[in-house]
């Protein structure tokens, strides 16, 4: 297993972080004195990044907003979430352990997120997680971001791996794009989010719990 590279996107795949995102847009929200949103009806566009969740959750009167307000609703959103990027966030059921044995056989383990490196390494450290990678990368780490291809080659160099024997994990339509682009296998998970489940975009492989991984892993890369 020594020779094994595991890349994992974060939010929605590693670590259920809606909880805190849809909090600080709702923190956005309140200063804009709209209504607050219900997290289960923002949870399938975290994947989109912040700017997103927000022009969301705000609705037509973003249309109107000059690119200088956006920029400012999105500092005062990164300001709360910097601040409170762990209150509700935990890993996904089964994953720690998982690391836990990956790590102590050697695996090389490393992220690959369009998250920015600043909050991606926050967040790991507040939940205890960033002892077991040997890589982060954000979307701002190595001048590119998914679904570029050079964004998962990059992180799997950093990682001291080689793209024969890596596979990615992530949750959504861009993480699959990202590890084709790259060539390599990619795993997809069903609990993370995603307007259009993942299977859709037909991953290598599906796992609906990351009981199922190593047999996904198996199968894809066999000894």
């Known amino acids: ?28 929200l309140d200063y804009l004195g709209l209504p607050q949103v219900d997290e289960l009806s923002l949870r399938p566009f ?19 907003m000059t690119e200088a307000q956006h920029e400012a609703l999105l500092k005062r959103y990164l300001d ?40 991606s390494k926050l967040l790991l450290d507040a939940l205890d997680l960033s002892r077991f990678f040997v890589a982060v990368a954000g979307r701002d ?3 590119a971001a998914k679904p570029d291809p050079n964004a998962l080659l990059g992180t799997i160099a950093l990682a001291g791996g080689d793209k024969s024997r890596a596979i990615m994990i ?18 997809g998970v069903s609990f993370g989010y995603t307007e259009t489940p993942v299977r859709a975009y037909a991953p290598d492989a599906v796992i ?16």
């Open 1 to 28: 297993m020594r020779d094994l590279t595991l890349v994992f996107d974060l939010d929605g795949t590693l670590v259920d972080t809606a909880p805190d995102l849809v909090a600080s847009t709702n923190h956005v």
């Open 46 to 64: 975290v994947g989109h990044g912040a700017k997103h969740m927000i022009v969301r959750a705000v609705g037509p009167a973003a249309e109107k």
């Open 80 to 119: 709360f979430y910097g601040d409170h990027i762990a209150d509700a966030s935990r890993p996904f059921e089964g994953i720690v352990p998982l690391l836990e044995k990956f790590q102590a056989q050697g695996v090389k383990l490393a992220i690959c997120t369009n998250k920015i490196e600043r909050m």
């Open 141 to 143: 780490t190595l001048g």
């Open 170 to 187: 992530g949750d959504t339509a861009v993480d699959i794009e990202t590890a084709r682009a790259a060539e390599v296998p990619v795993i």
């Open 208 to 223: 609906d719990h990351f009981s199922e991984l190593e047999p996904a892993i198996a199968r894809l890369l066999p000894a």
